[in-house]
């Protein structure tokens, strides 16, 4: 997989893939980041990318230009398959969406910044609109953090063990069921019996069960789906 991340502050972006999962997996050579300076992109002498909003109103926005020149020629060198823009209004991010990009070989992701982007962008270019929550941020860059890391793991070869991320919550719309490991008793607290029988299919059931009474207690909702 190869991402391509649009931004105006490529310094927030790059020490997480220097790090853990993240750099394992483009150190196997399973995943390719590249960061794309919005500036670099603009005729301006400032290097500015923003402007005034038509019709008046607080906040900058992000012009159009810079953005359709980057991706264009990002787009004359390969073809991908999403052109991502992280916004507070897109599609909530959840892990069938992040189950559906990890298949995915070149992707886009746009951050957004100031008061967002011209719109043209997002009816021109964009592909899919992603947001972490209902709440706004100085910029798209932490989500987009945050989408690649909820992306990169499920590619095979990335973790250790690659049935590990089948059993996270949200697969199979299931919270997680508890989980124990050594010492078996500490300070009287015990591990439940059944994990400790060698009864694996016992076992499993019991997680079955935990999984899906935990998810009626706390999320309902999933349930629900």
Known sequence: MRIDIITVVPELLKSPFEASIMKRSIEKGLVEVHFHNLREYTTNNYKQVDDYQFGGGAGMVMMIEPIDKCISKLRSERMYDEIIYMTPDGDTLNQSTANQLSLKGNIIILCGHYKGV????????????????????????????????????????????????????????????????????????????????????????????????????????????
Do not use: M
């Not at 941020?137 to 049935?163: H, M, W, Y």
């Open 118 to 225: 011209d719109q043209r962008v997002r009816d021109h270019f964009i592909t899919k609109e992603i947001s972490i929550g209902d709440y706004v941020l100085s910029g798209g860059e932490l989500g987009a953090l945050i989408l690649c890391d909820a992306v990169i793991r499920l590619i095979p070869g990335v973790l250790g063990n690659e049935t590990s991320a089948l059993t996270d919550s949200f697969q199979d719309n299931l919270l997680a069921p508890p989980i124990y490991t050594r010492p078996a008793s500490y300070k009287g607290w015990e591990v439940p019996p059944i994990l400790t029988s060698g009864n694996f299919p016992k076992i499993e059931a019991w997680r079955e069960e935990q999984a899906y009474q935990r998810t009626k207690d706390r999320r309902p909702d999933l349930l629900d789906e």
